[in-house]
Structure formats: C-alpha cells, structure tokens
C-alpha cells in the first residue's frame, strides 16, 4: 500500500486530500510513522523524530494513528490477496508476499502482468486507496520492484535481468543488511550489490561468518530461494512506552512495568497464546538499553504471574538518573498454559486488602473509548496528573457531536478541542471549537471509507442511458 496510514487519514478528511499529513506519535520523543507523499516533497520521512519533521513541514496535518481504521482495510486488501493464492505471507498491515503460480494465477509474464493490474484495480475499488505491486520469480526482487513502482503502480522485473537490475543498488537494499552490516561492509569498500558480487562469497564469509556472508553473496547475484510461507510463527509478544520526560521515581517505574505487564497479556489472549519467559526492557537517561529475562515454570497467560515476573526482573536493575523506556515481553510461546496450582490457589485465598494497590490500581485501557497515543504508536502521552473531568482527544480521532454530527479532532489545549465536521465521502467540512467536558462531544469509532466510484459506476450514474429506465 502507498504510504498506508497517511493516505487513509487524507481518505476519511476530505480537508486534508491532497495536503501533507504526517502520521506518528506526537509527544516530544514521538516519530513519524507514515508521511504522505505531498509532506515527503519537503524531506518527512518514516523513522525521523517528530521534532523535525515539524520544523522541516510546519504546515503539515500531524495526526495520531487509529490503528482501528487501519487494521479493517488491512483485512479488506488481504482478502483480495487470499483470492490471488492460498499463500499469502504478510509482513505488515500493508505488505505482503503472494505466491501466484500456487493459486494458479500466473504461469507467464502475460497472466503475471494481468493478476497484478487485477488486484490494483480491486484494491481501489474496494478500500479507495492505491498500492504498488512487484511481480518477480522470487520474494527479494518482487519487495524491490513493489518499491520502485510507487506510488500507484506496477513493475515486472524479467528473469535474466536481476544482475543488472541490483548491481547499482546499494546493499542496503538487500534482506539483512542493516545499519550494521551496512557499516561494516562501507568500511571494507562495499557500498553497492555489484561490489559485494565481485568481492565473492569466500570474502563475504571472512567478513560476516558463514550463513549471512553465504546468504548475501547469493542475493547480491540475484538468487532468493525463500519460499511464501502462510503461517508466520509468532515467537514473541511485547508492549513498550517512551516516556516524554525520563522517570525517576522508583515505585512509579514500578507502577509502569505492571502496567506494561497487564497490556502485554491483553495481546497475549488476544492472540491465543501463553508463553514461558518474561523480558524486561529498560532504555535508561543516557541511552543504554537493557534486557532481563525470567523463565516460568511453564507457559502462562496470567496477568499477575508476567506482573509478578517482570516486577522481579526490575529488582536487578539499576535506574538511576532516570528511565527513557520501559518494556516488557513474553516469549516461549504456545497455545496452552501450565500454571502451577499451588500459587493460582494462594493467590486466590489472599485477601482483597493484600494485594498490592499498585497492581490492583492498574487502568484497563482496552475499557477506554478511543486508543491513547501510547497505546499504539509507542510513544508516551502526557502523563501529568489531569482533572476528575479531563477527557483526551487525541489529534485526528473519531468525535460525534449530538447537533453537529460525526467528525475528527483538528486539535486540543487550553481545555479545549477543535473538530472539523466531515466524513469520508463528504465536502469539506465546517470547524467548531468546544469546552473539553462538553458533554455533547464524545469519541467514536472511525467511519468506513467509501471506494472513488470505478470507471463503469460514472458511466451508469444518473443521466447515462444505462441509468435511465425505459
């Protein structure tokens, strides 16, 4: 999909078609997510502190994901995909793998071709979005192409033309070479997939050991015998925040690891699994990052065991000068749990009035009525102490006002929001300012979008000889 999150926000605020929008975390360590094209004209890109992508596009709409809405036309583009093939492998909301020749949709460059210019138009007309589509005989080239066919198209990279297509690539273009690697192999002179080639594979493997120095010689010549896999395994589930203002006081880290613990199992059940070993993951005030582990008797989905564990975990850890991240993981996954008894049936003969208040205190967040920011881009909201009354906002979500109707939030502060009144399909819509405790105004799921009409849809519409009755 091109620029995934960014183009659905522009499709469900028609004020905002055409315009840059930059999708991310918001708070002062927040980054961007997605940008759309038009804020990429003025050097926005994912991956780069928010800070800067509002000096770079100060006129820009910056808004906080809804995964909610982006999630559901996920859902929609891959089941077109899964009436491509029964292998379909998806690395992302917005990306995926799709072995044609197994569903019988392509067995040449003609019927390739034509699967591809099907699913475009279908992706269109189904979610009103566009997306980009590689065709190649293996998974490394089919990413590569679908990169340099966007926005909005199609490329078709031909057998027997991988080595002249990569040569002049950089070798970060290839599967598992990062930052890292990327750095390692600039300092031995390689900077593009032809140097790595005619370094050959035997300095490749003095370079980066075996397996990876193996691996990338064979991808720099072009060959990825990677199969499509459907099933991709889950191996681990985590949560983690990035606080705005590093956190110093030890018994409120503490608060927020059980937090982060109670948030980690909700996914856990979500995703029907239970796992063995619990991580903590600690970026402290001066950048240095550090991971702890625990591995339980057997695999569980009890909150108070992964709360209890990963509060064990903090105990080893010195945060000192204060804490920038805190996360917490279960990995050992299966689909079953082994608690042990004896602790389920402590635990449920100890008084209410002994349980910890810090547990017992902690907010259900899948209670609230919209995702908060830290909820799902990763990044802190403001954590000062609000009033009884205070009610969040965040920039871009759903609202629906009892006299105006549905529409999204354009900005808050001062106690105040303000929503611009529009839907997906709609003009542009009016803005209106309100108290924030107006209780006329509440948050909303978001509206589905509505597909541009197709090419045959303006032909019959009214006044067109097919429309008209006879």
């Not at 927040?30 to 094209?37: K, M, N």
Request: glycine share 10%; aromatic share 4%; hydrophobic share 40%.
């Amino acid at each position: 999909m091109d620029a995934f999150f960014a183009a659905a926000e522009q499709a469900a605020k028609p004020s905002l078609r055409g315009k840059p929008v930059v999708v991310g975390g918001l708070g002062p360590r927040g980054v961007v997510s997605t940008a759309s094209y038009e804020a990429r004209r003025f050097g926005v890109h994912s991956a780069m502190p928010m800070a800067q992508a509002r000096r770079l596009a100060p006129n820009a709409a910056y808004l906080v994901p809804r995964f909610s809405l982006y999630r559901t036309v996920s859902e929609q583009v891959m089941e077109l995909l899964g009436r491509l093939s029964p292998l379909v492998e998806p690395l992302s909301l917005d990306e995926a793998f799709v072995d044609l020749e197994a569903g019988g949709s392509a067995h040449d460059t003609a019927s390739a071709l034509a699967a591809g210019e099907r699913l475009r138009r279908d992706i269109r007309a189904v979610t009103g979005l566009t997306g980009s589509v590689g065709l190649a005989g293996s998974k490394m080239l089919a990413k590569i192409g679908s990169e340099q066919a966007k926005p909005d198209g199609l490329i078709l990279i031909e057998p027997g033309t991988e080595r002249e297509l990569l040569g002049p690539m950089s070798v970060r273009t290839l599967p598992g070479v990062g930052p890292a690697t990327g750095g390692h192999l600039r300092r031995a002179g390689m900077t593009t997939v032809a140097e790595l080639a005619e370094a050959g594979e035997d300095e490749l493997v003095r370079l980066l050991g075996k397996a990876h120095g193996a691996s990338l010689y064979r991808m720099a010549l072009g060959h990825d015998d990677r199969p499509v896999v459907s099933e991709r395994e889950t191996k681990s589930v985590s949560v983690e925040d990035t606080f705005d203002v590093d956190l110093h006081d030890r018994v409120r880290v503490r608060v927020e690891v059980e937090r982060l613990a109670d948030r980690c199992v909700q996914r856990l059940r979500a995703a029907g699994h239970s796992g063995r070993t619990v991580v903590l993951k600690v970026r402290r005030y001066d950048f240095s990052t550090l991971t702890r582990s625990e591995t339980l008797r057997g695999p569980t989905d009890d909150p108070g065991m992964v709360r209890e564990a990963a509060g064990r975990l903090l105990e080893s850890v010195d945060t000192t000068g204060g804490v920038r991240l805190l996360g917490v993981g279960v990995t050992g996954l299966a689909d079953f749990t082994q608690e042990d008894l004896f602790a389920q049936a402590a635990a449920a003969e100890q008084p209410a009035a002994d349980i910890p208040a810090a547990a017992s205190a902690a907010p259900d967040r899948t209670a609230e009525p919209a995702p908060s920011p830290a909820a799902e881009d990763g990044s802190a909201p403001d954590r000062e102490p609000e009033a009884p009354d205070e009610r969040r906002f965040p920039a871009g979500h759903d609202v629906r006002h009892a006299e105006y109707g549905a529409g999204w939030v354009q900005g808050s502060g001062l106690r105040r929001v303000t929503v611009r009144f529009e839907e997906p399909g709609s003009a542009p819509g009016r803005v209106r300012t309100f108290w924030v405790d107006d209780p006329e105004l509440v948050l909303s799921e978001p509206l589905p979008l509505v597909p541009e009409p197709t090419d045959s849809a303006r032909a019959s519409g009214p006044g067109s000889p097919s429309s008209q009755s006879s």
